[in-house]
């Protein structure tokens, strides 16, 4: 698991020291450099994978993401031209560090360091992963992104068994349904995973069964009542169709995904993410995009249930109810204090800073830095001010 992050003259930051915890929120106003960090993680993700970064490249432009050329990742204002990244696992006797220069040619004129036409950043040598590090996220092992961009409801879904066994939902979660379909022959949750949790049917102790498809359905229940996913292959494609209980009457006719509206498309690729398997490196970003209240609450407690089973999650977000599932999950005892980490990004001038408040057993923070999902309390006092 991820311990640290370092950055130096990436995008908005000058120098970054982020502590990471099982599970991490960035929050802040847009533009702080919150999805930075994700990126960071995708794009040498992106390079492991490419077979470039033991040749000393930082490939920019790939299927995972495509951050444009040098220049565009360059902090600007920075005193040189590298860009750094060093990480710290738990498991590793030693960090892992790497610096690129930017590098490229002349242009109108003035020396200008630019990324070459093939979209990479030259590194000062060929020592990049150390054998440890192959099978560790972000380079190796498992790592699901869910981008803020996601594909929404579609007549029909790609279907691709290799992504599956990859993990990769793409990078708009196109495929997100496809890991769903082929989920059965990858991976069963165990009984003691903390993501099985009791049924509505408190006196029998019932309890979930620990197949992943199930456990996705009951999930989705918590998001809109009722509700059930089928999966249909037609055609090297997916049909996704969802039907939903009537009180007192049997279920719905079976309803193409269009036909639903956009929240249970969206959230279908971030709870497939949080029901990932031990091991997994998450990335999350707006995972309350589409989402009503409750919904968003429901997601921050899987978030929390994820990391408590071994899933190191990362999820960028503007939702205080997504904030509050996790620190109601902190206060029932469903994942310890010491294993959430919650930050803050802003702007000082042209670089960006974090503050990290800290949880108690209770969900209270020690802090609330200002602007840190505050508006609820200003736009209250404003409601509540005699009119003058």
Known sequence: MLTNIKLKNFKCFEQLDLECRPLNLLCGLNGTGKSSVLQALLVLRQ????????????VLGGGRIDLGQGEDVLFDGAKDK???????????????????????????????????????IKGPSTDYVPTEWENAPPFGGKLIYVSAERIGPQKLYPLS???????????????????????????????????????????????????????????LQDISPGVRLQLDEETESLIARF?????????????????????????????????????????????????????????????????????QVFVETHSDHFMDGV??????GLIKPEDVAFHYFERQGGNAIVSSPQVDTDGRLSHWPPGFFDQHEENLVRLLAPRS
């Not at 408190?202 to 199930?214: A, D, I, N």
């Not at 620190?327 to 029932?332: G, L, M, P, S």
């Open 47 to 58: 390079s492991f994978e490419n077979g470039k970064l033991r040749d000393g490249e930082l």
């Open 82 to 120: 590298v860009v750094g990244f060093a990480l710290r696992d738990d498991g590793k006797e030693d960090d892992w560090k790497l610096q690129f220069v930017v590098w490229g040619f002349t242009e109108l004129g003035h020396a200008q360091d630019r990324i070459t036409s093939s979209g990479r």
């Open 161 to 219: 068994e290799v992504k599956a066994w990859d993990s990769d939902f793409g990078a708009s979660s196109a495929y997100a349904c496809s890991y769903l379909n082929f989920i059965d022959n990858i991976f069963v949750l165990s009984g003691n995973d903390p993501r099985l949790v009791p049924s509505g049917d408190k006196q029998t102790g019932t309890w979930w069964r620990p197949l992943t498809p199930e456990v996705v359905n009951q999930w």
């Open 243 to 311: 039907s939903f209980d009537r009180p007192g009457d049997g279920r719905t006719r079976l309803y193409r995904a269009p036909n639903v509206g956009f929240g249970l498309s969206y959230v279908l690729p971030v709870v497939l993410a949080l029901l990932a398997e031990p091991g997994t490196l998450c990335l999350i970003e707006n995972p309350e995009s589409h989402l009503h209240p409750r919904g968003q609450t429901k997601l921050g407690e899987l978030a929390a249930r994820a990391a408590k089973a071994g899933v």
């Open 327 to 332: 620190r109601i999950a902190v206060r029932d």
